[in-house]
């Protein structure tokens, strides 16, 4: 009875757990040259040529709701700003990764016994992946390209789905916006699953 018991409150917990989500946390630093929102705080997105792909149109609509949640309202017609975006990905080495993976094992199996190297005792066993990301925004004054906002965000987890993740990021990195606190600074944001 206890057995299942604990069973059912370990998967309520689980159920819990992931429905609610997790919190991101993100290192922030902006660089701001506005003193406060402008009165036509309008934008367009301005693109690299190394930028003309179907990946970065997903992550101008990934930006643009942060960017609106700012205060700030896309008018390709008769913007204010231009807006440059970018993210960075990369897949790195988990802090939580076994440093003796891969250098072998002693076992003993049906054939006699030995030193092998790779998987322990021939069962596999796989990394946690583990994620490095960034996220940036420039933003220039037109007609004069000078620029009035710089901020990134950065993150490192476990979390897959780029998805969720980047659009909290850019949320993350226009925290304060326009006039943010100086310096690096933590920015936690809760992602609903």
Partial sequence: MLRLLGGAV??????????SGYVLDNTVQSFSQLPELPAQPTYRFERLPSQQDPWHAQLEAMAD??????????????????????????RVLSPWAN?????????????GYGLGFGYPFGYGYAEPPWF?????????E???NRAVYETRAFNTGPWTDDGSVLPVMF???????????????????????
Avoid: K
């Fill in 10 to 19: 370990i998967a309520v917990w689980l159920l819990t757990s992931c429905a």
């Fill in 65 to 90: 709701e942060a960017l609106h949640h700012a205060g700030l309202r896309r008018d390709d017609a008769n913007p204010r700003y231009s807006v440059q975006i970018g993210a960075q990905l990369q």
């Fill in 99 to 111: 440093p003796w993976y891969g250098w072998g094992s002693f076992g003993v199996s049906h054939r």
């Fill in 132 to 140: 490095q990301r960034e996220v940036s925004i420039i933003m220039r």
């Fill in 142 to 144: 037109l007609p004069s």
């Fill in 171 to 193: 949320q993350a990195a226009l925290q304060g916006f326009p006039t943010p606190p100086p310096g690096p600074r933590r920015v936690d944001i809760q992602v609903a699953r």
